[in-house]
């Protein structure tokens, strides 16, 4: 049984390279997309560590436990000077379907392995297994994006929710109908506060949204904000972490809420910079009450109780 806070196998018994990711409930099916770091960790010459980029990968799941390997639904190119040549940098891919257009539509940060360019990149697919088709990057409403997220409100819309102007601030840019350009409706929300790695989630009248702080791959407080309306009105409020190790996330980093039988989950990276593609995860439960929000340190698969 994988265990929170370790390296987690499929069902083919090796390790699941599904970092960064995002967990997409879809008909009876859960799909779990991430980054496939299953290479050496190396140093780019700006310093910064890095695997050089292979791919996204999918796993899917009909009980959120038992992980099949659907393979690499977005491969890296072979040319150079492609957003996806294996020398970029490729990371938190996130899925959402488009219900207009039958379409699977992934965004994700691109960027040069000095992670300088920071672009959103989208790609798109006929079925959730892929295999995707890499459209292009852009810089969001001229602003720069690296951790992202996508979130799909009430009345459908779609956002991508970007770490900008250097990780100083969150900006939240508004998605065309067909998910695949910016409307150019955007705000800024968090500013100077050096947030990332933004999970968002919609909870009786309430936005939640985690994020981490702004170092590396190591491990720090995550701090979680509400809003009555997405586009404004953030207050960050705590860190919604308990239990042992919670000033550092259980050494791990939030990456994607999602929801299951009525109940959210957050999904961490335990990133290991010496190692990137030993990282291991964990899927914890999320309670939400108004302004109070509470993450616990707990195995996966559990009961929840509210
Ligand atoms: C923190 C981010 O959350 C990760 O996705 C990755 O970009 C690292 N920074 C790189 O240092």
Redesign the pocket.
Same mark, same amino acid.
């Given at each position: 049984m994988n265990k929170n806070g370790t390296l987690w196998y499929d069902t083919d018994g090796n390790p699941i390279q599904a970092h960064?990711g995002m967990i997409l409930p879809h008909g009876d099916t859960y799909y779990w997309y991430g980054e496939n770091k299953n290479g050496p960790t190396s140093l780019a010459p700006s310093g /910064?560590?890095r695997v050089d980029f292979i791919g996204i990968s999918c796993y899917s799941s009909k009980n959120c436990i038992d992980w099949k390997n659907e393979g690499i639904v977005l491969p890296a190119s072979s040319a150079p000077g492609s957003d996806l040549y294996r020398d970029m940098?490729c990371? &938190?891919p996130k899925v959402i379907y488009n219900q207009k257009t039958g379409k699977f539509v992934m965004w994700m940060?691109i960027d040069t392995p000095d992670?300088r360019s920071a672009r959103a990149g989208v790609a798109t697919a006929d079925a959730p297994t892929g295999p995707f088709t890499y459209l292009y990057s852009d810089i969001p409403n001229r602003s720069d994006c &690296? /951790?992202m997220t996508l979130f799909q409100d009430l009345d459908q819309r779609v956002y991508l929710i970007h770490s900008s102007d250097w990780n100083k601030t969150l900006r939240i840019s508004q998605l065309t109908d067909d998910y695949l350009h910016f409307t150019g409706v955007c705000t800024k929300i968090f500013p100077e506060q050096e947030r990332?790695?933004p999970a968002v989630f919609y909870h009786q009248g309430l936005y939640y949204m985690i994020t981490?702080g702004?170092t590396?791959?190591d491990a720090n407080s995550a701090l979680y904000g509400i809003s009555s309306n997405l586009l404004t009105g953030w207050k960050l409020i705590d860190n919604p972490c308990e239990g042992k190790n919670y000033r550092k996330t259980f050494y791990g980093?939030s990456t994607f809420v999602f929801e299951k039988d009525g109940h959210f989950y957050l999904m961490l990276d335990h990133w290991k910079p010496e190692n990137l593609k030993a990282s291991g995860y964990s899927i914890l439960p999320v309670t939400a009450d108004g302004m109070d929000l509470r993450i616990p340190f707990t195995e996966y698969p559990f009961q929840q109780t509210k």
């Open positions: 960064g /910064d560590i940098v990371e &938190r940060h992670y &690296r /951790d990332e790695a981490s702004c590396g791959w980093q």
